[in-house]
């Protein structure tokens, strides 16, 4: 069963500009959540979708957002992109609430 | 952002060695779960704990749910170069959600 993927893997994109991240979850999964990774804050929850519903959403500004589809791809969006929104975007995967999460490798966006 | 207490922070051991690393949160989980990070690669989940109490094993892997659900621990025993990585603790609180909060990391590196 091929595991969670994202794209794309890197990114390189200017102040100002935004940016659409995609993650496809495992196969038959339906919940889908997206995490920051930064040296100094660590992995930090973004938001969390079942069945194309945000089901939650973490203390991030209003310039991230995500959507799922009913298919359970899911996408994340960072408008107005800020020098500080340099991470490593995670995504994972799971087959319904409250069971194991599965991870992706990543999207490592760079803002200059 | 909210992050659990980790500790060590790092590690530097000998191979053959065993390893211990633990979690603390000041509030409560249902869930505990140890992924393990490797450069440039999302977290791959380790071992998942249900239950207060609770020891589970993975091969040279064991980790334990404490008994309040405020803290858990994992152990490596016979350490190899390829447990080379971060280590990252995870609490979830479930119900409604599958957000994960994160421990600050334990840096391993094993020499031969």
């Known amino acids: 069963k091929a595991g969670v993927t994202q794209t794309p893997r890197y990114l390189i994109k200017t102040r100002g500009q935004q940016v659409t991240l995609s993650c496809s979850p495992i196969?038959?999964?339906?919940?889908v959540s997206w995490y920051q990774q930064t040296p100094g804050q660590g992995l930090q929850f973004l938001f969390e979708y079942f069945s194309e519903t945000q089901r939650n959403k973490g203390n991030f500004p209003g310039r991230f957002s995500g959507r799922q589809f009913s298919n359970s791809r899911s996408e994340m969006n960072v408008s107005t992109l800020e020098l500080g929104d340099s991470a490593l975007y995670l995504c994972a995967s799971s087959s319904d609430p409250d069971n194991e999460q599965f991870f992706g490798p990543g999207t490592r966006l760079t803002v200059l | 952002g909210q992050q659990l207490n980790q500790s060590p922070q790092s590690m530097f051991i000998q191979e053959g060695e065993d390893v211990s690393m633990n979690c603390t949160s000041s509030?409560?989980?249902?869930?505990w779960l140890w992924y393990k990070q490797e450069p440039g690669e999302g977290p791959v989940l380790l071992i998942a704990l249900y239950k207060a109490g609770e020891l589970t094993s993975n091969g040279r892997l064991t980790a334990q749910f404490g008994i309040t659900r405020k803290d858990s621990f994992l152990n490596i025993s016979a350490s190899i170069p390829s447990d080379v990585g971060i280590y990252f603790c995870a609490g979830q609180r479930g119900g409604a959600t599958n957000k994960l909060i994160f421990g600050t990391g334990t840096l391993l590196a094993v020499q031969p």
């Open positions: 509030s409560i989980f249902n869930t």
């Open positions: 196969s038959g999964h339906r919940s």
